[in-house]
């Protein structure tokens, strides 16, 4: 996390800068354009968490890979230079999300990081350590995010392919569709997944885990902390 913010501080000092010689320029500028891209750069800031919705909503849109612009927040004047300029890092692909400046979510991350050193490095990597049978953990957590992005698609193949699956399970399938954050769909997902791997997908070549219910909800934290990570390092994902 200390890193992150490292970096994020790199990023605003230029921003803070470039919105501080546009407004300027033209006096009739509102200086709304430039907050509201200092809060979706720095979600952990405690000032940021005062608005969930300005915060939420982003994180949906925000994580669209070589998208330059991503922000999807309506600038009352659109300025090529202020959205261009941030678009142009690496942290911009990262989703902004409430949970990652959650204290408990850090904590629970903590411990899934402790339990994948032992559960899961039979089969992948963590912390560049363990098996190399199975891609290493960050780089199926950075494919697990990319996938949140169309699991709607792929629910509505399932509810066509193979309804008794879709129907056992169509309480979590309906919660991950109606929750509009993508880390906390991705949350959802992940412990419909490591309860059992083959909830919604018949071919998932994952054995079943057996996991506590506080190691699934660890493991969770963990292996989201570890795509957002990777999606800010440029990890490749795996086939
Ligand atoms: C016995 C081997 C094995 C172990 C142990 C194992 N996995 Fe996996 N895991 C797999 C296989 C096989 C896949 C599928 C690989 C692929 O799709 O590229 C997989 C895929 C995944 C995925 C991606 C799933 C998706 O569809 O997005 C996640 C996340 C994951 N594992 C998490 C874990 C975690 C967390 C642990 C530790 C509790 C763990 N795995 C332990 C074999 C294992």
């Not at 300025?79 to 400046?101: C, I, M, N, W």
């Not at 066509?160 to 929750?179: C, G, K, M, T």
Request: hydrophobic share 35%; with cysteine.
């Amino acid at each position: 996390m200390r890193q992150f913010q490292t970096r994020q501080w790199n990023i605003l000092l230029p921003v803070a800068l470039i919105s501080a010689l546009i407004s300027c320029g033209k006096t009739q500028t509102p200086v709304v354009p430039a907050n509201s891209s200092m809060e979706l750069k720095n979600p952990g800031e405690p000032t940021s968490a005062t608005d969930p919705v300005e915060i939420e909503r982003p994180s949906v849109g925000a994580v669209k890979p070589g998208q330059a612009s991503s922000n999807p927040i309506p600038s009352q004047e659109p300025d090529p230079a202020e959205v261009v300029e941030p678009g142009s890092s690496d942290t911009e692909k990262a989703p902004v999300s409430l949970l990652l400046s959650d204290p408990e979510f850090e904590r629970r991350a903590k411990l899934g990081h402790l339990v994948a050193k032992r559960r899961c490095i039979l089969c992948h990597k963590v912390d560049g350590r363990g098996a190399i049978l199975q891609p290493p953990l960050i780089q199926v957590s950075v494919r697990r995010l990319e996938r949140m992005k169309v699991i709607s698609e792929h629910l509505d193949q399932l509810q066509a392919d193979d309804p008794d699956r879709y129907q056992a399970r169509v309480d979590l399938f309906n919660s991950i569709e109606a929750e509009p954050d993508l880390l906390r769909k991705m949350s959802i997902w992940l412990h419909g997944y490591l309860k059992q791997p083959t909830f919604d997908n018949p071919q998932a070549k994952m054995p079943l885990q057996v996991l506590k219910p506080e190691e699934i909800d660890q493991l969770a934290s963990y292996v989201i902390q570890l795509a957002v990570e990777g999606v800010k390092q440029g990890v490749p994902t795996p086939e």
